[in-house]
């Protein structure tokens, strides 16, 4: 079961740019995930947010995340081409037995 | 390092024929889990473990079979493989079910 919608579905920009993805989600969660797949490869955990906090920060990454719109965004600033990857939000709940992931945001940072 | 390791990276096989594709992971983790990823449909949960004997279905388990008999272990095993499970699969370990999951790096299967 789907949880997490990605939007966009695919982001194309040029390297130095910002890079913007938004997640919503439905049902109340504990924590809101997000990860990393370079094409054809495992996911890579990037960054966890509490249903507490509104904003994070990990080097050139920061999600925010809104409760009340049942929605987050990860920002990737300065990107690289080694930032093209797809992205997932992926959110946790006490009441969910698993991590319910979204489709994803293919981003393309162009050299 | 921590790690989830799957085997084989990649397989083709033939339909009804038995196969296992195992997972293991070194972190000490009681939560894992096996996914499938296929184009437009993003990950989907095949079948999770909370601990040891403690497997459960997730969202697709029609056709797969799971096994937790070490902490460590946790292999995927298709009895009768058919073309429709051709998929990228992956397993992921973590410490709880909603915590951090790490993923090991994918086995692409093809059933002819």
């Known amino acids: 079961s789907q949880q997490g919608e990605e939007d966009p579905q695919a982001l194309s920009i040029q390297e130095g740019e910002n890079a913007t993805m938004n997640c919503s989600y439905k049902t109340s969660i504990n924590n809101l995930q997000w990860y990393r797949q370079n094409s054809g490869r495992g996911l890579v955990h990037l960054i966890l947010?509490?249903?507490?906090?509104r904003e994070k920060h990990s080097g050139r990454l920061r999600v925010t995340l809104d409760t009340s719109k049942k929605s987050s965004s990860l920002l990737i600033t300065a990107s690289r081409a080694a930032d093209t990857a797809s992205y997932f939000c992926a959110t946790g709940s006490r009441s969910a037995r698993q991590l319910t992931f979204g489709s994803g945001t293919q981003l393309t940072v162009l050299p | 390092e921590a790690q989830v390791t799957q085997n084989p990276r990649y397989l083709i096989t033939v339909t009804g024929k038995k196969l296992t594709v195992t997972c293991s992971q070194n972190?000490?983790?009681?939560?894992m889990s096996w996914y499938r990823q296929d184009p437009g449909l993003g990950l989907r949960q095949i079948y999770y473990s909370m601990n040891v004997e403690v497997t459960d279905k997730g969202d697709v388990p029609e056709g797969y079979k799971v096994s937790r008999k070490e902490k460590r272990n946790f292999p995927l095993i298709l009895e009768s493989p058919s073309p429709n499970q051709t998929s990228l699969y992956f397993c992921?370990?973590?410490?709880?079910?909603?915590?951090?999951?790490?993923f090991g790096q994918g086995t692409r299967l093809t059933v002819v």
């Open positions: 972190m000490n983790h009681e939560y």
């Open positions: 992921a370990s973590s410490y709880s079910q909603n915590t951090e999951a790490f």
């Open positions: 947010i509490r249903s507490n906090e």
